[in-house]
């Protein structure tokens, strides 16, 4: 006897489309866009340096982006399963990877510092690839790589993994600099648990119930219809409107000093030093910064700490010492 019911006896396709996806898909739209705003609101210097990066908006952003993840990959068994609909799958793959690039393009030119290579566009596309091959297993087979997917980033990472054309794995020591970093390792373990809960739902015939779930209001219904377009909207929408709001109440002008350590800190712990080490290195620096008279042009933009001998000298000082 077969281990998964599916495989004696494929579900046919899902014809009736399941509304209650598109609003699921709609409200973390709704989260995205909520967590973006405050990202801009920091951005803007209206908020302390790291704020939307760390605590628990740190993991309300995961959270946002393991539910894109997962509700791709029980879309993906429903309109891949038993059957692919190949020509379908690659268009859709073609506008994702597009939207990609274009993502990548834009923040290279607006924020190179912090340049998004391998968003949650990305590895969404990444994921659909990755997915196909586990459309027809056995579902506690992938749920088995997706544990796997999962818990490996925590027990094993590899300088090898630090160049940049192995980034987007995952499994690097030294985490880079971007404005959205989502490698395949962990979150590919997220599509691969929506394919499984998908194929599960089918095999217990539970894809009508699914249909007749809560709709919710059209409107949400038709943003998570759209929601791609939503994504490369949205955030264009938010700075301008923050942007608006500095020229009409600016906001106030930080410390210098307490910006530049907070913002050195969250960096550093952001590689995965620890806390009493970031804290000796970035009062080294501040201190060599200040006696060369270079933080205010730093902090200005008027020099770049990856560009300037000098700073790039005093930070491989400060990490000896910090040691």
Request: net charge neutral; proline share 7%.
């Amino acid at each position: 006897m077969s281990a998964d019911p599916q495989e004696s006896k494929p579900q046919a396709p899902t014809t009736r489309r399941i509304e209650a996806l598109d609003a699921a898909r709609g409200l973390a739209l709704i989260a995205m866009a909520t967590y973006h705003f405050t990202w801009d609101f920091e951005f803007f210097g209206y908020l302390e340096p790291g704020t939307a990066t760390h605590g628990w908006l740190k993991i309300y952003a995961r959270a946002i982006a393991s539910s894109f993840l997962f509700l791709a990959g029980f879309s993906l068994v429903l309109a891949h399963y038993p059957t692919l609909r190949a020509r379908a799958f690659a268009k859709r793959l073609a506008v994702i990877v597009a939207a990609a690039l274009a993502i990548t393009m834009a923040t290279a030119i607006a924020v190179p510092d912090g340049m998004i290579f391998f968003g949650i566009l990305h590895a969404i596309a990444a994921g659909s690839l990755i997915g196909l091959a586990f459309l027809r297993l056995p579902p506690f087979v992938t749920l088995a790589v997706a544990a796997g997917a999962i818990a490996l980033p925590n027990l094993y990472r590899s300088e090898i993994f630090d160049a940049p054309a192995l980034l987007f794995v995952g499994l690097s020591e030294h985490l880079p600099r971007s404005n959205d970093y989502v490698p395949l390792l962990p979150w590919a373990g997220a599509l691969l648990i929506g394919i499984a809960a998908a194929r599960m739902a089918g095999a217990l015939g539970l894809m009508p119930a699914l249909a007749r779930l809560p709709k919710g209001p059209g409107w949400l219904r038709l943003a998570g219809r759209h929601s791609l377009l939503v994504y490369l909207l949205h955030q264009p929408v938010l700075i301008a409107l923050v942007y608006m709001i500095s020229i009409i109440a600016p906001p106030q002008k930080p410390d210098s000093i307490q910006s530049y350590l907070a913002s050195c800190e969250n960096a550093c712990l952001a590689e995965g030093s620890a806390a009493d080490l970031c804290n000796r290195f970035c009062a080294c620096t501040l201190d060599r910064l200040q006696q060369q008279s270079l933080l205010d042009p730093l902090q200005s933009g008027a020099i770049l700490p990856d560009k300037d001998a000098r700073i790039v000298e005093l930070a491989r000082e400060c990490s000896a010492t910090s040691q």
